[in-house]
C-alpha cells in the first residue's frame, strides 16, 4: 500500500514528456498543472466540477482536473491543451469562429478532441451527451457545434 | 485589394486561443507574489459587533490580517457608498467582511475559517417595493454624505440611489382621452453574469510609489480614474494593465477587486497581492445583473395607436449602488422601448436591498426595460385583438420622432419596421402563433422589438495611435479590450481597409497599459467598434497625411495628389509612379544617404457628439449617442403537463448600419440570445428566509448548456450610421435585449396565461397552465 | 483548492483498505474512502467535510470488475459510471449511470461513490433496490453479502469501516422489463427532481424513486397500492403516490406539489409502457 502525506515528489507523464513535481497529497490535478508546472492553458472557472474549464485527457478520456487528486494521475498519461499543437480540430475551431473569449476552451477543445477519437462520425445526441459537459457563456454554442462537424469532416 | 469590409478575416487571437496559450490575468504569477483571501458575510443584513483575527494572525505564513476599520475610505463608481470591506455592518450575503494575505493560497484560506464574526441581525429587505415602504429601515442612513457625480440623483432619508424622471407630453390628459388602457406589473429577482473567468486583480506599488494594477476588467482607465478619485492617489501614479479578459458582460466594467487588492498590497509595503474570486465569491461577493419590479400602462386609441405610458421601474440594486444608479437612468431614457409615444411619465428608481449588489449587466437598462415594455405591448394587442406584430409595426419609431427625452431622432436611425417583419417572416409569424402537436405539446411563437443607445458620459473617448514597421506593417494602439467580441480583428479590418492592406499586415496590441495606450472610456456599452474605430481611422488618416508629407519631396508633387493604398504611395493618376511604404514610414533616404521624415506616428481621436444630461424634472436632453433598432422572434414547444419546453428557434434581425465582420457580428448576436434564454429561463438569484443566495454554484445556478441552443437566424439590415466607422454601429449586446419579452410572449401563447414575471421555469409554465385561465392540458 | 493537508493511501486489496481504515482511525486521521472524488474533493474545498486521510479504492482490481455468472450480473463499485453506461449489460443501470452529472464527470465517478455519496440522489442504486439486488460488503470481519432490503433503509447500512465491494442484479431483474425516467428543473445536467426505475417481474411493478424524498425509495406499500388499484394508468399511479409518506421534497429547484404530480406523471408512463409484460 502506497502513502502519501506532507510534500512528495512524485513522477507525471503529461502531454507525453514525464515530469517530477513536489504536491501535497491534497492537491488537485488543476492545481499541479497550473501553479507547480506553469501549464496555465488549463482553466480555473469553477473548481467545483460544473464548468469543464479544466477539462484535461487522463488515459485519453476526458476528466475535470478540479475534482481530480494529481496523485489519480500517478502512472497515467495526461494531455492538456499545451499538449496539441495544430490539431485539425484546433484548426476547425479557428475556421468555425468555435470561440470568443477563449476561457473555456482549452477545455472544450480536449473535450471534442477525445470525442472525435472516439468516434469520427458524431451523431448530434452523442455530440450532445459529450459537449453538454462544458459550459461556454460566449458562443450560444453554436460555433462550437460547427467546429466539431467541421473537424469531423476532415478526420473521417 | 478586395475590400476588408463585410469579410469574414479570421479572429486575431485565433491561434493562441484554440492553443491554451492567451495569458489572462489569473495565469499571471508575480516574483514575490503574495495572496489574499476573503471572509465573506453569512447573513444579509447585520451589525458587526466583534472580529476576532487572533487565530489567523498566528497562522504560519500568514503575513497579515485585514478588517473594515483598517480601510475607512468609500469607494464607488457613480456614488461612494461602499468600503472595501465591510464596516461596522454587512448589507448583503457575501460581502466581504475581512482579508487575509499570506505567502500562498492555502494559507490564507485557512487563516480565514479561523476568524469568528459576531453578527446582530437587523431587519432585511427583501425587494426594492419593500425598500420604499415609509417604515422601512435604511440601508444607507448616511447617503447624505457620500461623495456622487452630478448626473446621478441619490435620495437621503430614504433607499433610494437615483431616481430618473422622464415627463413627455402630458401623460394623464392622453390616459383620460384614451379608447383603451392596459396595466402589467412585472418583476424578477437578481442574477449574475456568470463570465467564466472568475474576476481577479494583482496590485502592487513600486517604491516610486507607482501602482500597478493587473486586473481582468473591461475598465482600465475607469479603474485608474475611480481610484485616484476614492483613494487619494494621484491619476498618473497608477497605471493599470488589462490583457484578454475571460468574458464581461458588464461585469468586468467599473470597479472591481482593484481597490481591495491595492489597499492589501500598500499595507504589506506594496509587495504583489493577488485577490482572486472563486466562483461562489464571483456569483455573490461581486456584483451581479439587477432584478426589478416595475409597473406599466399603455393608453392607445382603438386603431391601436399607442398615446401615452406611464411607467415604474424599481430597480434592485442589492447593497450597493454601484452601475445599478445608470441601469435605471438607462432604462429610464429609454423607457418606451423603440416605440413612438408621444406621452410619457416615468420614474425609474435604483433602490437598495439586502441582496448582492448589482452592476452593469449587457443589455444596461434596456434588457429589463424591454421585458416589460415588450410584455405591456402584448397586453395591448390582446385586449385590442390585433395580431402583436401589427400592433408593434403600427407604432415603431422612425426618423423624426422624438425618444422618450424629446430627442428628434435623425436619418441616422434604423429601419425597425423591416426588422420587424423579417424577424416575424424567419418563424414563420404568418403560418399561426399557436399550434396543437398533440394532446399536451403545443408549439407558440412570439416576437419583440428593442433598441438601446450606450449609456455613456456625454464626453465619452476613444484615441489610437498607428506606427510602422520596417517592413512597412502597422502598429495599431487603442484602449480597447479584448473581452471576447473580436474588437482586435475589427479595428485590424478597419486600418487594413484605410491603408489598402490586408488585416494580417495590421497588429492590434493585445494588452492596454493605462500609462502607454491611449485614453480610453470603457469596454462596455456596444460604443467600442464605433468609437474605437472612429479613433483608429482618424489615427490612420493622420499617418497618411504624414506618409504623404515624406513622400512627396522624392516623388516631386504636391501632397495632395499623392495617394496611399495597397503598402504604396504614388501619384493618383500615374500610379506607376510611387514608393513602396518601406521607404517611407520610418522616413525616406535619398540615394546620397540624406533623409527626411523620420518615423511615421498617427494620432486618432473621436470623442462622442451632441450629448448632454438630462433635465432632473422632465429627462429632457440627449443621452444616447446612437439606437441600434431590431426585432427578434421565437418559437418554442412546451409540454403542457409538466411545462417542459424547448426553445425551438430563434431569429433576429437588427439594423447594424454596416457589417464589419459577418461571423463576428453574428457570433455576437446568436451568444446574446443564448444569453437572453438562460436569463427568461433559469438565471435567477434564489433566497433562504433570511435572504441568503442559495445558488451561488454553477451547479446550482444554470446557464444554457451544449444541446439545449435553438436554431438561431440571424439577418443585418444595413441603414448606414453616417458617423460610424464606414457606417456600423453598436451591435455587442442588443442581442439579449428582446430575448425576454420574446420568449415570454411564446410561452404565454402556449400556457394561456400573461406570463408576468421571471424565470419562466417549467414548474411556472406548469403552474401558470393549470391556473384559472390557463390551457388545462386537461 | 484544498486547502488542509490529507494523508492520501492507496491500498492494493480490499483488505488492505478495509486495514488502511483501522489504522488511520488509530492516528485520528478520520479516514474517508475515495472513489470517485467529485463530491469528496468539492465537500473538502468549501470545508462543508475534512477527512484527514483518504483511502483510495480505484486501484483495487477486484473493485473494478463487472462479473456475470449464470445468476447474477455483479458490479464492483470502483466501475465508473461511463463504464456502467457503455457496458453494463443491465439496462437500466447503464440509463440510470448515463445521466448522473456530465460525461466528463462520469469518467470519474464510480458506482460505489454514487450509491454510498452524501448527496441525496444516488441514482445508480436504484436498478438494484428494483431488482431485489444485494450488497457484498467489506469490513474488520471479513467480507459479506446482504440482500439490500435488509441493508438498505434511506441509505446503505454500512458500518464505520465498511466498504462496499460490488452490487450485484439477479439475471432475472436484468432480463425484466424495464422502465426509467428523469426529470429535472430545466437543463438535464442537473440533480434530479424525479429520476425513477422500473421493472416488470413476477407480475408486479417494482419501482423505485430519487430526487423525491432526502434519500432513494422503493416502497412496497406504493407497489401494493398500485397493484390493489382499479382503473386506468392515471388512477393507480395517483393510488401509488397516494400511498407514499409525507415528506416530499421541497427546495429551491422545485416545490413538493410539482414533485409529486411529476411522479404521478411518470408512474403512469411506466405502468402504460410496462403493462404488457406484468
Known amino acids: 500500500m502506497k502513502r502519501y502525506q506532507g510534500l512528495c515528489e512524485i513522477g507525471l507523464t503529461i502531454n507525453g514528456r514525464a515530469r517530477r513535481v513536489t504536491l501535497r497529497p491534497a492537491d488537485t490535478l488543476l492545481r499541479t498543472l497550473r501553479d507547480t508546472l506553469g501549464l496555465v492553458g488549463t482553466k480555473m472557472g469553477c473548481e467545483n466540477g460544473d464548468c469543464g474549464a479544466c477539462t484535461v485527457l487522463l488515459d485519453g478520456l476526458p476528466v475535470k482536473s478540479c475534482i481530480t487528486l494529481t496523485l489519480d494521475a500517478e502512472g497515467r498519461e495526461v494531455t492538456t491543451i499545451e499538449g496539441l499543437r495544430d490539431s485539425v480540430i484546433q484548426q476547425a475551431f479557428v475556421e468555425a469562429y468555435g470561440f470568443q473569449c477563449g476561457f473555456c476552451t482549452p477545455g472544450v477543445i480536449l473535450n471534442a478532441y477525445a470525442l472525435l477519437n472516439h468516434d469520427n462520425n458524431p451523431s448530434a445526441e452523442t455530440m450532445r451527451s459529450w459537449m453538454e459537459s462544458n459550459l461556454c457563456r460566449c458562443t450560444g454554442y453554436e460555433p462550437i457545434e460547427n467546429a466539431i462537424k467541421l473537424a469531423a469532416s476532415k478526420l473521417r | 485589394m478586395k475590400s476588408q469590409i463585410g469579410r469574414s478575416v479570421l479572429r486575431k487571437d485565433a491561434p493562441d486561443k484554440v492553443h491554451g496559450r492567451v495569458r489572462y490575468t489569473d495565469d499571471l504569477r508575480l516574483p514575490g507574489m503574495l495572496y489574499a483571501a476573503l471572509l465573506t458575510s453569512t447573513v444579509a443584513h447585520a451589525n458587526i459587533t466583534q472580529i476576532d483575527i487572533e487565530a489567523a494572525l498566528e497562522l504560519q505564513g500568514v503575513q497579515g490580517v485585514f478588517t473594515g476599520k483598517d480601510f475607512p475610505l468609500l469607494v464607488g463608481l457613480y456614488l461612494g457608498d461602499k468600503p472595501a470591506l465591510a464596516r461596522n455592518k454587512v448589507r448583503y450575503y457575501g460581502e466581504p467582511v475581512a482579508a487575509v494575505v499570506a505567502d500562498d493560497e492555502r494559507t490564507a484560506l485557512e487563516a480565514v475559517r479561523l476568524i469568528s464574526v459576531h453578527y446582530e441581525e437587523l431587519p432585511l429587505i427583501r425587494s426594492p417595493r419593500e425598500a420604499l415602504q415609509q417604515d422601512a429601515p435604511l440601508i444607507h442612513p448616511d447617503m447624505a454624505d457620500y461623495v456622487h457625480i452630478p448626473a446621478i440623483l441619490p435620495e437621503p432619508g430614504s433607499n433610494v440611489g437615483h431616481r430618473t424622471r422622464v415627463r413627455k407630453g402630458d401623460a394623464a390628459a392622453a390616459f383620460a382621452q384614451a379608447d383603451v388602457t392596459i396595466e402589467g406589473q412585472y418583476e424578477f429577482p437578481p442574477g449574475d453574469h456568470v463570465a467564466m473567468e472568475p474576476r481577479v486583480a494583482i496590485a502592487e506599488i513600486r517604491s516610486d510609489g507607482q501602482v500597478i494594477i493587473r486586473s481582468s476588467t473591461q475598465s482600465p482607465y475607469g479603474v485608474r480614474a475611480i481610484m485616484s478619485r476614492c483613494l487619494k492617489i494621484p491619476t498618473g501614479k497608477i497605471t493599470v494593465i488589462a490583457g484578454p479578459v475571460g468574458g464581461g458582460f458588464g461585469g468586468k466594467a467599473g470597479i472591481q477587486l482593484e481597490p481591495l487588492a491595492y489597499l492589501l498590497s500598500r499595507s504589506l509595503g506594496g509587495q504583489p497581492v493577488r485577490l482572486a474570486n472563486t466562483r461562489e465569491q464571483d456569483m455573490v461577493t461581486?456584483?451581479?445583473?439587477?432584478?426589478?419590479?416595475?409597473?406599466?400602462?399603455?393608453?392607445?386609441?382603438?386603431?391601436?395607436?399607442?398615446?401615452?405610458?406611464?411607467?415604474?421601474?424599481?430597480?434592485?440594486?442589492?447593497?450597493?449602488?454601484?452601475?445599478?444608479?445608470?441601469?435605471?437612468?438607462?432604462?429610464?431614457?429609454?423607457?418606451?422601448?423603440?416605440?413612438?409615444?408621444?406621452?410619457?411619465?416615468?420614474?425609474?428608481?435604483?433602490?437598495?436591498?439586502?441582496?448582492?449588489?448589482?452592476?452593469?449587466?449587457?443589455?444596461?437598462?434596456?434588457?429589463?426595460?424591454?421585458?416589460?415594455?415588450?410584455?405591456?405591448?402584448?397586453?395591448?394587442?390582446?385586449?385590442?385583438?390585433?395580431?402583436?406584430?401589427?400592433?408593434?409595426?403600427?407604432?415603431?419609431?422612425?426618423?423624426?420622432?422624438?425618444?422618450?427625452?424629446?430627442?428628434?431622432?435623425?436619418?441616422?436611425?434604423?429601419?425597425?419596421?423591416?426588422?420587424?417583419r423579417r424577424a416575424a417572416a424567419a418563424i414563420e409569424w404568418h403560418k399561426g402563433s399557436r399550434r396543437q402537436i398533440n394532446e399536451h405539446t403545443v408549439r407558440a411563437k412570439g416576437v419583440s422589438c428593442y433598441w438601446k443607445a450606450p449609456a455613456i458620459p456625454t464626453f465619452t473617448d476613444a484615441a489610437a495611435t498607428v506606427s510602422f514597421n520596417e517592413d512597412a506593417s502597422v502598429n495599431v494602439v487603442t484602449g480597447a479590450v479584448e473581452i471576447g467580441q473580436g474588437i482586435f480583428t475589427g479595428i485590424a479590418q478597419l486600418a487594413a481597409e484605410r491603408l489598402g492592406i490586408d488585416t494580417e499586415q495590421v497588429h492590434v496590441v493585445d494588452e492596454v497599459i493605462t500609462d502607454r495606450s491611449p485614453h480610453d472610456w470603457t469596454t462596455a456599452a456596444s460604443r467600442t467598434l464605433f468609437m474605437v474605430g472612429r479613433a483608429v481611422l482618424s489615427a490612420i488618416d493622420d499617418a497618411v497625411a504624414q506618409i504623404k508629407r515624406t513622400a512627396a519631396a522624392p516623388l516631386r508633387c504636391p501632397e495632395e495628389d499623392l495617394e496611399v493604398r495597397g503598402g504604396r504611395v504614388y501619384i493618383r493618376d500615374v500610379p506607376a509612379h510611387g514608393l513602396a511604404l518601406e521607404q517611407v514610414v520610418l522616413g525616406y533616404t535619398y540615394p546620397n544617404g540624406n533623409a527626411i521624415g523620420g518615423p511615421i506616428i498617427g494620432r486618432g481621436k473621436y470623442i462622442a457628439r451632441h450629448l448632454s444630461g438630462i433635465d432632473p424634472k422632465t429627462g429632457e436632453g440627449r443621452p444616447g449617442l446612437e439606437w441600434t433598432l431590431g426585432a427578434e422572434g421565437v418559437e418554442v414547444e412546451v409540454d403542457l403537463r409538466d411545462g417542459r419546453y424547448r426553445v425551438l428557434r430563434s431569429a433576429c434581425s437588427m439594423d447594424v448600419g454596416t457589417v464589419i465582420n459577418p461571423q463576428l457580428a453574428r457570433g455576437q448576436v446568436v451568444g446574446a440570445m443564448a444569453m437572453g434564454i438562460g436569463y427568461t429561463t433559469r438565471e435567477a438569484f434564489m433566497f433562504d428566509s433570511r435572504e441568503r443566495v442559495l445558488n451561488q454554484r454553477l451547479r446550482d445556478f444554470k446557464i444554457l448548456r451544449y444541446g439545449e441552443h435553438p436554431e438561431y437566424i440571424v439577418d443585418f439590415v444595413e441603414t448606414p450610421q453616417r458617423d460610424g466607422p464606414y457606417n456600423a454601429r453598436g451591435l455587442g449586446e442588443q442581442g439579449i435585449v428582446g430575448m425576454p419579452g420574446a420568449l415570454a410572449s411564446a410561452f404565454s401563447r402556449a400556457v394561456g396565461v400573461q406570463l408576468l414575471r421571471l424565470p419562466i421555469t417549467p414548474e411556472y409554465l406548469w403552474r401558470q397552465t393549470h391556473s384559472a385561465g390557463g390551457r388545462s392540458a386537461g | 483548492m484544498i486547502s488542509y493537508d490529507i494523508v492520501y493511501l492507496r491500498p492494493d486489496s480490499v483488505a488492505e483498505a478495509v486495514a488502511a481504515w483501522q489504522q488511520a482511525c488509530e492516528e485520528g486521521l478520520q479516514p474517508a474512502f475515495l472513489s470517485g472524488g467529485s463530491e469528496l474533493l468539492t465537500a473538502a474545498r468549501e470545508n462543508r467535510s475534512r477527512p484527514g486521510a483518504l483511502i483510495d479504492l480505484k486501484r483495487i482490481d477486484e473493485l473494478g470488475a463487472i462479473v456475470q455468472t449464470d445468476e447474477a450480473l455483479c458490479y464492483g463499485s470502483s466501475v465508473t459510471l461511463t463504464r456502467l453506461c457503455q457496458q453494463s449489460g443491465f439496462q437500466l443501470l447503464s440509463q440510470a449511470a448515463g445521466r448522473v452529472a456530465d460525461r466528463t464527470v462520469r469518467n470519474s465517478i464510480t458506482l460505489g461513490g454514487n450509491v454510498c455519496g452524501m448527496l441525496p440522489y444516488r441514482e445508480t442504486l436504484l436498478p438494484f433496490l428494483v431488482a431485489d439486488g444485494s450488497a457484498s460488503i467489506a469490513g474488520p470481519d471479513g467480507t459479506r453479502s446482504e440482500p439490500l432490503a435488509r441493508v438498505f433503509n434511506k441509505r446503505l447500512r454500512l458500518q464505520s469501516g465498511e466498504l462496499l465491494v460490488s452490487l450485484a442484479a439477479p439475471q432475472s431483474a436484468v432480463g425484466a422489463a424495464s422502465f426509467y425516467r428523469r426529470r429535472e428543473r430545466d437543463g438535464r445536467i442537473d440533480y434530479p427532481l424525479l429520476t425513477l426505475c422500473a421493472v416488470a417481474a413476477d407480475s408486479t411493478l417494482r419501482i423505485a424513486v430519487s430526487g423525491v424524498y432526502a434519500y432513494p425509495l422503493r416502497s412496497l406499500e406504493a407497489e401494493s397500492a398500485l397493484q390493489a388499484a382499479g382503473g386506468d394508468p392515471d388512477r393507480r399511479a395517483a393510488a401509488f403516490v397516494e400511498a407514499l409518506a409525507e415528506g416530499v421534497r421541497s427546495d429551491m429547484r422545485a416545490a413538493a406539489d410539482y414533485r409529486r404530480e411529476l411522479l404521478r406523471q411518470v408512474v403512469a408512463e411506466a405502468i402504460r409502457e410496462l403493462e404488457g409484460s406484468v
Open chain 2, 286 to 420: 461581486s456584483p451581479g445583473a439587477p432584478g426589478l419590479q416595475s409597473r406599466v400602462r399603455l393608453a392607445a386609441r382603438s386603431d391601436g395607436a399607442i398615446t401615452a405610458a406611464e411607467i415604474e421601474f424599481l430597480f434592485d440594486s442589492g447593497g450597493y449602488a454601484d452601475y445599478a444608479v445608470n441601469v435605471a437612468r438607462a432604462a429610464g431614457y429609454a423607457c418606451t422601448g423603440p416605440y413612438n409615444i408621444p406621452n410619457v411619465s416615468s420614474d425609474s428608481l435604483s433602490v437598495y436591498t439586502n441582496h448582492p449588489f448589482a452592476t452593469a449587466y449587457r443589455g444596461f437598462g434596456h434588457i429589463e426595460m424591454s421585458y416589460c415594455i415588450e410584455r405591456s405591448i402584448d397586453l395591448l394587442a390582446e385586449k385590442l385583438q390585433m395580431d402583436p406584430v401589427e400592433l408593434r409595426a403600427r407604432n415603431v419609431i422612425r426618423a423624426g420622432h422624438a425618444t422618450p427625452t424629446n430627442d428628434v431622432l435623425d436619418d441616422n436611425t434604423g429601419d425597425l419596421e423591416t426588422c420587424l
